[in-house]
């Protein structure tokens, strides 16, 4: 499981591929991730938005950017976790995503950015 600790975070990826999902051309392939990201630091934080670059080995890359995650801001307390699940279809049998986190800090209303490990998508058949 990638995961990755920066400025106060611990992020944790947890990444499955989903075969039977029905897609739309081009995309082929569809994966769902589980983030779960945990404040380690002594002061509350909110996420305010992500980025992600997306990978894949028949394309140029994709960027997404945009506030919160799955519609959500959320708050997170020194010490405790917040867990999301999202989805990422692609068109080859591999690939990759990584990017970034911007949090407020409550406390000094500073904003700044945590990185997420890089992680793979890749089908469960191009494994064997």
């Known amino acids: 499981m990638p995961q990755s ?3 106060g975070f611990k992020i944790t990826v947890k990444v499955t591929h989903m075969p039977d999902y029905e897609l739309q ?3 082929k392939h569809f994966f769902s991730y589980q983030i779960t990201i ?3 630091g002594n002061q509350p934080a909110q996420l305010v938005s992500r980025f992600w670059k997306i990978i894949d080995g028949s394309q140029a890359p994709e960027y997404v950017k945009g506030l919160g995650v799955v519609g959500l801001q959320p708050i997170i307390e ?3 976790s917040f867990t999301y ?3 990422c279809p692609i068109v080859s049998e591999i690939g990759q995503m990584s990017g970034y986190f911007t949090f407020l800090n409550l406390v000094d209303q500073q904003t700044f950015q945590v990185n997420t490990p890089a992680f793979e998508l ?3 058949y191009s494994l064997n």
């Open 5 to 7: 600790t920066e400025k």
């Open 25 to 27: 051309a081009p995309y």
């Open 38 to 40: 945990k404040n380690t």
């Open 78 to 80: 020194s010490g405790e």
């Open 85 to 87: 699940t999202s989805a």
């Open 122 to 124: 890749v089908t469960n």
